[in-house]
């Protein structure tokens, strides 16, 4: 069953009931875009309470507010947490009720400081979606499944075979290992709004998961250097994780790691060199 948003947030919210939520957990767990965008809405949430808890209404509006919509936060009956098998922000969630009269009983203004200060990251139009910040995320959640694979092989011959007739384009060359890395297994994705190749591998510092889609579309970084490896590569970190980002052809291909940047660069041109 595909979630709405509207489902999303009233689970997000607390509103939903022991099966529905179970329902919704699964469908998390399945499709990474899905929590993705749970994440996204309660990073909103908690932005937007963070700014207006630093920011009084005049009294008139909380007294036309609270005759309107009945009693503040600070008399609202406590609502369960949401059971959401991903890292949790630790903020508070706001009531829909409110976070709707918010806007539209007049606090446009606060609604306006705080998307001025969460920036264009939260609130991007769909598809126009962060490719290093997407990576970086299905990368997390590979390693949260403990890294489960669709296929399991180690030659990539054969896993390219498994592929040829679930995606739109020919895997490029890339070797089955090289660098220390060892080809285990492939999975089928969704990012980005297209289908897309996941190609894991082992090594002895770390697991690395190569992936592999049409560029089509697709807002690049600016390339940092040349290195032999591809077109247009960069190179990126997270807390824990780092990424290495190329084209080939029409072809994008995103390599990320636990590894560190000069690491990665070596296995990647063993791989693909």
Known sequence: MKQTAEDLERYLDGECSQAEAARIEADLTAAPDLACELDRMRRIDQAVRGHCLRTRAPETLRASVSARFGKGDDDAPTRP????PYPRLGSPHIDRRRRRALIGAGGLLAAGLAAFAIGPAFFSAPGAADPVDTFFRDFETYLLKDRAVDVSETNMVRLAGWFSDRLPFALPPIGSSGGGAALVGGRLCWLLDRRLASLSYETADGPIVVYVMDADGIALP???ETSGIGDQLSWHRSKTSTS????????LVVMVGTQEVRRLMTIAQSLVG
């Open 222 to 224: 600016e390339g940092r």
């Open 81 to 84: 947490a949401p059971r959401f």
């Open 244 to 251: 290495l980002m190329w084209t080939s052809g029409d072809l």
